[in-house]
């Protein structure tokens, strides 16, 4: 298989000159198995481009088939979705999946894609559209592909999956904050908590049972793809915002044994020259550490090469 | 008066090294009086980066006031509210004029309310805003007072819906934003009305999403070509025509090429007087 990059950027896009490189659409990775259709995850603006590539091949003539696992349905998640050529060709089959919600999923797309939002609503789109909900845990099969997912901490719950196919495997686990210091879920914190407090017996030993989760679908796995929006200063400020940061990213890297850390969901205002600096920095850590991961950051177009070709 | 531009791109923002020279944010232009009142029209993608420079001034210290106009509410004119960083500092003051569905204030506020549902934004509702963030239903017709400018809008056609047009005037001088109009006979001459709107204004920005060889296949989506908008500065006898809103898909080199076509085009059809201005990322104007 190979897994591309087509949106590495968290929160919103952001184009202009200090994120050429490393690009400014939000999250969108391609996981393409050998003698399959693709298997996208997040459908950011990233998947705009990857669209009109796919309409290159089959999709063009609607007989294109793919999957989008979605990890969670905030706008920097979703909103290439409206702009992905193949939904508007007849004959495409196009499968959905993403975390059950309190409305059925396809509420939730349909009220993206309607007046007063955007013109074009999803009953117009004329592809065969499938919408899949799952729940942490939930183990299902595209194709020959197996997926499986886990909970993480982010408000209003994400969810981290695994593909594994053509004898190599890849997690997604964006976006979600450590599992230490707070347990985020519902409730809108108005305010960064403090790091100090103990936590109750509780939550603590909920976190236990998600960071146990995250590492049970990473473990061994050729790639892991982590949200690592924040410095970790920057994660100190902003603990209840439910992203990451490098350090905790290596933790969970070296305890799941991965063969490749790559840092993803990088922070808007980030410049390519600071990515540059941040991945430097950590690879020094990883080999002082003697680690034996490879440590890369993600940017658009970059593709990496996993088990069969 | 000056205009500054924040975002100049359609439908959806558009990264990459070959939209660097114009820039790939959504819709997003400032309008700041010789007295200093703020006017800031549509929330697109370029509002966060307007935001990060207002915090610098008042409104990082809570003592910030601007009025926002809104054309319409398609996520590429809203999209930047939930990260323009002033309506989290308390004491900043702001007031939302937009297209009211019927007339209707409390309308509007739950279509922007909708955009921070918990399924989609961390913020979850406009509640969470530190700022005073009022939602009013922008009259049509009559003039309103707005940071101590006058302005008065129109509702044009946009594809199956309507957008807000602007005419804003201060001391005589006049600026009218008109972006995301799209007559439904589309290549038909501007229409009596519209002309009267943007008649003899300074600057008129206007809709110049397409070339007129893009629009044949992309019919009724509410956009205009630079050959209406060119028509449209001709028969109002504008001073002077900004390009606004470009496709997604254009590169630089494109949009290059599309205000070359329409100051063409203004040459060939009576519109020589009209200088051209092609709206720019982070360029500014001054009436």
């Known amino acids: 298989m190979k897994v591309r990059f087509w949106g590495v950027r968290g929160s919103i896009p952001v184009p202009g000159r200090s994120t050429n490189r490393y690009g400014g659409n939000t999250s969108c990775v391609e996981v393409r198995p050998k003698n399959a259709g693709p298997i996208i ?49 007849a004959g495409n089959e196009i499968e959905i999946y993403a975390r059950q919600r309190d409305m059925h999923l396809e509420a939730v797309f349909s009220a993206q894609n309607r007046a007063p939002y955007f013109p074009v609503p999803l009953s117009a789109m004329h592809a065969d ?93 050729d790639l892991l793809i982590y949200d690592t929006q924040f410095t970790k200063e920057e994660y100190r400020q902003r ?13 969970i890297a070296r305890e799941a044994k991965v063969k490749t850390l790559c840092l993803f969901h990088h922070a808007p205002l980030r410049s390519d020259d600071e990515n540059d600096k941040i991945l430097a920095q950590y690879r020094e850590v990883v080999a002082a550490q003697n680690d034996k991961f490879d440590l890369v950051s993600a940017y658009e177009g970059l593709e990496i090469p996993l088990g069969d070709q | ?82 990260f323009f960083a002033p309506v989290f500092i308390g004491g900043n003051q702001f007031a939302v004029w937009g297209p009211g569905p019927y007339g209707s204030a409390e309308m509007l506020e ?54 807000l047009a602007f005419r804003i005037e201060e001391g005589g001088k006049s600026f009218v934003y008109a972006s995301d109009v799209g007559q439904p006979d589309e290549g038909a001459p501007p229409t009596p009305e519209a002309v009267e709107f943007y008649r003899g204004a300074d600057v008129l920005l206007h809709d110049t999403t397409y070339f007129p060889h893009n629009q044949l296949n992309r019919r009724n989506r509410g956009f205009s070509t630079y050959e209406d908008a060119a028509a449209a500065a ?48 982070g360029e500014e104007i001054t009436i």
């Open chain 1, 41 to 89: 995850i997040d459908a950011g603006t990233g998947l705009r481009r990857l669209g009109k590539t796919l309409m290159e091949e089959a999709f063009k003539d609607g007989k294109g088939k793919a999957s989008i696992l979605i990890s969670h349905t905030h706008w920097d998640h979703v909103q290439g979705l409206p702009f992905f050529s193949p939904m508007y060709r």
């Open chain 1, 129 to 221: 559209m499938r919408f899949r909900e799952v729940l942490e845990g939930t183990k299902f099969e595209i194709g020959g592909a197996k997926i499986s997912c886990t909970r993480l901490n982010h408000p209003w719950i994400a969810i981290a999956y695994r593909v594994e196919v053509d004898g190599a495997s890849v997690v997604y686990c964006s976006d979600t904050a450590p599992f230490a210091d707070y347990l985020l879920g519902r409730e809108f914190v108005t305010q960064a908590p403090s790091l100090d407090e103990p936590l109750s017996p509780e939550t603590t030993a909920e976190l236990a049972q998600m960071r146990a989760g995250v590492i049970n679908l990473a473990k061994n796995a």
């Open chain 1, 239 to 251: 603990p209840h915002w439910g992203h990451s940061h490098p350090d905790d990213a290596i933790a």
């Open chain 2, 1 to 82: 008066m000056k205009i500054r531009f924040w975002g100049v791109r359609g439908s959806i923002p558009a990264p990459g090294p070959d939209t660097n020279r114009y820039g790939g944010n959504t819709s997003c232009v400032s309008v700041t009086s010789d007295s200093g009142g703020l006017i800031i029209i549509d929330m697109g993608t370029g509002l966060m980066h307007l935001g990060n420079t207002l915090m610098g001034r008042e409104f990082g210290k809570g003592q910030g006031k601007a009025s926002i106009l809104l054309s319409h509410t398609h996520w590429d004119h809203i999209q930047g509210l939930g």
């Open chain 2, 110 to 163: 739950d279509i922007l309310e909708g955009q921070m549902d918990p399924n989609f934004s961390p913020l979850q509702t406009l509640k969470n805003f530190s700022a005073t963030f009022e939602v009013k239903a922008a009259p049509c017709g009559a003039p309103f007072q707005a940071e101590g400018l006058t302005v008065t809008c129109r509702e044009h056609p946009h594809g199956a819906t309507t957008a």
């Open chain 2, 234 to 281: 001709i028969a109002a006898k504008v001073k002077r025509l900004v390009t606004f809103h470009y496709d997604q898909d254009y590169t630089d080199d494109d949009v290059d090429a599309l205000v070359s076509a329409c100051r063409s085009w203004l040459d060939a059809h009576g519109g020589k007087e009209i200088e051209l201005v092609p709206a720019r990322e």
